[in-house]
């Protein structure tokens, strides 16, 4: 059985950045990491590498940010009042803001005297990623499943 769409993927990976080697993830000690193929669940290049491949199959790949996460857009960085924030505020730390498309994360990019500067592109947003995939197992998608959009 190959990848495809509509197919229930299990995976075991290491995700680095190739320019330090250093790992940002891995599956290796935890669970393998399971999602169904073809309904967004995965960002769009670790999927297309991986289509076609069979169980036992190794893929090693790197991903450019418009195959990842998406370039950097210095419009999502916004500048708030710093009373909106707890007083042990740090730069990197994240929270969640309620938008009219559901809940969206971002990070404090920059504290100023009275305001902040949080940041809505994702963590890894710009970034080149590679990543050594085997794949551990792959069966149908329930019909369930598929109507749902995710794996059960």
Partial sequence: MKIEKDKVVSVHYTGKFPESDEIFDTSI???PMEFL???QNMIQGFEQELLGAEKGDNREFTLLPEQAYGHRNEDAIQEVPKEQFPTDLEVGMMFQAQSDQGPMQFSIYEI????????FNHPMAGKTLKFNVEVISIRDASE?????????
């Fill in 29 to 31: 000690e935890r669970e």
């Fill in 37 to 39: 193929v073809g309904h």
């Fill in 112 to 119: 100023l005297e009275d305001t902040v500067k949080i940041d």
């Fill in 144 to 152: 369930e499943e598929i109507s749902h959009g995710h794996h059960h």
